[in-house]
Nanobody, 119 residues
Framework: QVHLVESGGGLVQAGGSLRLSCVASRSIFSISAMGWFRQASGKQRELVAT???????NYADSVKGRFTISRDNAKNTVFLQMNSLKPEDTAVYYC?????????????WGQGTQVTVSS
């Protein structure tokens, strides 16, 4: 299993930046994919960005060019740098770890961190 703890959320004005962090309880080097998802009030959870163990990234169209996902394997940490934030980015942001094989295969979630962007 893997436990995930997010941090870095908060209140920011439109056009501002935030950097979210997700610390894993084990090495992320061999985790199939790490990602960030978000859920706005009254809406379904949606993908924001993913990063595979091979280094491939994928972004939602709504955040391309503004958000960047990265990782620090030595610190078991995945980051989401969010620039040019918009009010529609307001949501609870969740970190996800997907393990494809082995006895701990599955999808793991953090508790979430609130991001609020004021206009």
């Amino acid at each position: 299993q893997v436990h995930l703890v997010e941090s870095g959320g908060g209140l920011v004005q439109a056009g501002g930046s935030l950097r979210l962090s997700c610390v894993a309880s084990r090495s992320i080097f061999s985790i199939s994919a790490m990602g960030w998802f978000r859920q706005a009030s009254g809406k379904q959870r949606e993908l924001v960005a993913t990063l595979t163990s091979a280094g491939s990234t994928n972004y939602a169209d709504s955040v391309k060019g503004r958000f960047t996902i990265s990782r620090d394997n030595a610190k078991n940490t995945v980051f989401l740098q969010m620039n040019s934030l918009k009010p529609e980015d307001t949501a609870v942001y969740y970190c996800n770890a997907a393990i494809a094989t082995g006895p701990n295969a599955g999808s793991y979630w953090g508790q979430g961190t609130q991001v609020t962007v004021s206009s």
